[in-house]
């Protein structure tokens, strides 16, 4: 476990702002049509109470991939039949 002056270190995640804007497109959210499933896993899952996931995560290190983005992915790829990171 790392400490930092008698505390215990915080995570560090990886950004990720997925209304950045681009060179080209302007936008990423350029790229998902409005009626796109993948739309309806970000709002529910920015919905749900992840805390007792991040609690989990060590402070240290290199920053992470934040729990809500990678449960996203995950719940995605299952939704189009997709159990394997080799697909």
Do not use: C
Request: charged share 20%; aromatic share 12%; glycine share 4%.
């Amino acid at each position: 476990m790392f400490y930092f002056h008698g505390m215990k270190a915080k995570p560090v995640w990886k950004t990720d702002h997925q209304s950045q804007l681009s060179l080209l497109p302007p936008s990423y959210d350029d790229f998902v049509p409005q009626n796109h499933p993948v739309r309806i896993v970000n709002a529910i899952v920015n919905r749900i109470d992840i805390s007792s996931i991040e609690v989990t995560y060590k402070g240290g290190g290199t920053s992470s991939y934040h729990p809500r983005a990678l449960l996203k992915i995950l719940i995605y790829a299952y939704l189009r039949n997709l159990y394997s990171s080799r697909k």
